[in-house]
């Protein structure tokens, strides 16, 4: 099984930047997709960025151009930086790992963007 524990979600003003963290532990070795999912208030989940361990990535078309996902194999880690936030990517934030386990979900972490 994979754990993951997510954090950096906060408070910031639009057009600010945000960096999310995504800190993973656990049977690793058949990971082979990563990536964060958000929900808005009132809205379903849609994913956001994927990125395999060969550093592959894929985004949403809302946020191409302005969030970054990353990942830090010695740090078993994955970043999503966010930058030019918009009012509406105030959701909780949701990293997940998937692999022969199936899919691991962090517990969410909270963005807010308002002025």
């Known amino acids: 099984q994979v754990q993951l524990v997510d954090s950096g979600g906060d408070l910031v003003k639009p057009g600010g930047s945000l960096r999310l963290s995504c800190a993973a532990s656990?049977?690793?070795?058949?990971?082979?997709?990563m990536g964060w999912h958000r929900q808005p208030p009132g809205h379903q989940r849609e994913w956001v960025a994927t990125?395999?361990?060969?550093?592959?990535?894929n985004y949403r078309d809302s946020v191409k151009g302005r969030f970054t996902i990353a990942r830090d194999n010695a740090k078993d880690t994955v970043y999503l930086q966010m930058s030019s936030l918009q009012l509406d990517d105030t959701a909780v934030y949701y990293c997940?790992?998937?692999?022969?386990?199936?899919?691991?979900w962090g517990q969410g972490t909270q963005v807010t963007v308002s002025s």
């Open positions: 997940f790992f998937g692999g022969a386990f199936g899919i691991s």
């Open positions: 656990g049977s690793l070795d058949s990971v082979t997709i």
């Open positions: 990125i395999t361990p060969s550093g592959t990535t």
